[in-house]
C-alpha cells in the first residue's frame, strides 16, 4: 500500500462546477499538507499548504485536513478552464515530501 | 531570479552517455529537494540536502545515480551511464528551512535516453 493515495481520475467538469479532489494516507506523522498544481510540461506549483486538522481558504480554493480520518480534501469553486491541470497532494513528517499520483482534471468551457 | 531555476529544460542522450542536470534553488533557501516524475507517475524522491549536514540518499535509485551541493545553493545530479527506464522528468524544489516551510518546485528537466 503506498503512503499516499490520490485517486488519478481523469475528472471532467463544466464551467462554473466545484471540483472536489482529495487523497488518503496511511503515515500518522505527516503533519503538514499542501496541494500543488501541474501543467502540461511545467513544474508542481503550490496551490494550498496547511498545517493543522480544518479548513484553509484562498480565493477559490479550500483545503480541508481531517487527521482523526488521515484525508485531505481541496475543493475548487466556480472552476475555470484555466484550472484544467493535474493536481497533486503532498505531506511530510519532517522534511520528505510524499506525494499523491495526481488527479489530472478538465474543465470544460 | 525568483523562482527555482533548472537547465538543461530538455536533455536527449544516447544509451550509456554520463548526464549532468543543474538546479539553482531561491536565494537564501537552505533546503533542496531532487525528485523524479516518470510518465504518469508521480514524483518519486531521489535526494535531499539541507545546509552543511549529510545529505539523505536513501532515494537514488542506484550508484549511477549522485548529486551535490557547492557551496550551500547550486546543485548538480549526475546521472552515469544511462539506460531508458531513466528518461523522466527531473524536478528540483528548495525551500526555507527543512521541516515546516513550504517547497516550490523548478520547471524540470524532460531526459530521453534513447
Known amino acids: 500500500q503506498k503512503e499516499v493515495e490520490q485517486d488519478p481520475g481523469p475528472l471532467s467538469v463544466p464551467e462554473g462546477a466545484i471540483v472536489s479532489l482529495n487523497c488518503t494516507y496511511s503515515n500518522s506523522a505527516f503533519q503538514y499538507f499542501m496541494w500543488y498544481r501541474q501543467y502540461s510540461r511545467k513544474g508542481p506549483e503550490l496551490l494550498m499548504y496547511?498545517?493543522?486538522?480544518g479548513n484553509k481558504e484562498d480565493g477559490r480554493f479550500t483545503a480541508q485536513v481531517d487527521k482523526s480520518s488521515k484525508y485531505i480534501s481541496l475543493f475548487i469553486r466556480d472552476s475555470q478552464p484555466s484550472d484544467s491541470a493535474t493536481y497533486l497532494c503532498?505531506?511530510?513528517?519532517?522534511?520528505?515530501?510524499?506525494f499523491g499520483a495526481g488527479t489530472t482534471v478538465t474543465v470544460r468551457a | 531570479g525568483a523562482g527555482v531555476s533548472q537547465s538543461p529544460s530538455n536533455k536527449v542522450t544516447e544509451k550509456g552517455k554520463d548526464v549532468e542536470l543543474r538546479c539553482d534553488p531561491i536565494s537564501g533557501h537552505t533546503a533542496l529537494y531532487w525528485y523524479r516524475q516518470s510518465l504518469g507517475q508521480g514524483l518519486e524522491f531521489l535526494i535531499y540536502?539541507?545546509?552543511?549536514?549529510?545529505?539523505?540518499k536513501s532515494g537514488l535509485p542506484s550508484d549511477r545515480f549522485s548529486a551535490e551541493r557547492t557551496g550551500g545553493s547550486v546543485s548538480t545530479l549526475t546521472i552515469q551511464r544511462t539506460q531508458q527506464e531513466d528518461s523522466a522528468v527531473y524536478l528540483c524544489?528548495?525551500?526555507?528551512?527543512?521541516?515546516?516551510?513550504?517547497?516550490?518546485f523548478g520547471q524540470g528537466t524532460r531526459l530521453t535516453v534513447v
Open positions: 503532498a505531506m511530510r513528517d519532517d522534511y520528505k515530501l510524499s
Open positions: 524544489a528548495s525551500s526555507l528551512v527543512g521541516g515546516n516551510t513550504e517547497a516550490f
Open positions: 496547511t498545517y493543522s486538522s
Open positions: 540536502f539541507q545546509g552543511n549536514s549529510a545529505p539523505d
